[in-house]
């Protein structure tokens, strides 16, 4: 049974910096190594939104609100993945979940990251 648990939410002034941590258990290392990682979002009244993917190989891609604030990064070897987020704004504000899919979608249980003054 993969688990996926995120860690490093809380609240942040504006402008701010967190860094989102996600590991992967129940997986062996050359399998969690083979798959795309995600982070997405979900603001309060807001539809679930992907904000970061980052692939096997290491290519990542963002929703455009983050570019250039956000960095997503893995360590393979670690089962880890992180989302380094900066300037962080009061639109940011939102439960942040890792997924991966692996013969079926795997979601964490969530980290909330509060961003206000």
């Known amino acids: 049974q993969v688990q996926l648990a995120e860690s490093g939410g809380g609240l942040v002034q504006p402008g701010g910096s967190l860094r989102l941590s996600c590991t992967a258990s129940?997986?062996?290392?050359?399998?969690?190594?083979?798959?795309?990682m995600s982070w997405y979002r979900q603001g309060p009244g807001k539809q679930r939104e992907l904000v970061a993917q980052?692939?096997?190989?290491?290519?990542?891609n963002y929703v455009d609100s983050v570019k250039g604030r956000f960095v997503i990064s893995r360590d393979n070897a670690k089962n880890t993945m992180w989302l380094q987020m900066n300037s962080l704004k009061s639109d940011d504000t939102a439960v942040y979940y890792c997924?991966?899919?692996?013969?079926?979608?795997?979601w964490g249980q969530g980290t909330q990251v509060t961003v206000s003054s």
């Open positions: 997924y991966m899919y692996y013969r079926a979608p795997y």
């Open positions: 980052i692939t096997a190989g290491g290519a990542t």
């Open positions: 129940g997986l062996p290392v050359r399998l969690y190594a083979m798959n795309p």
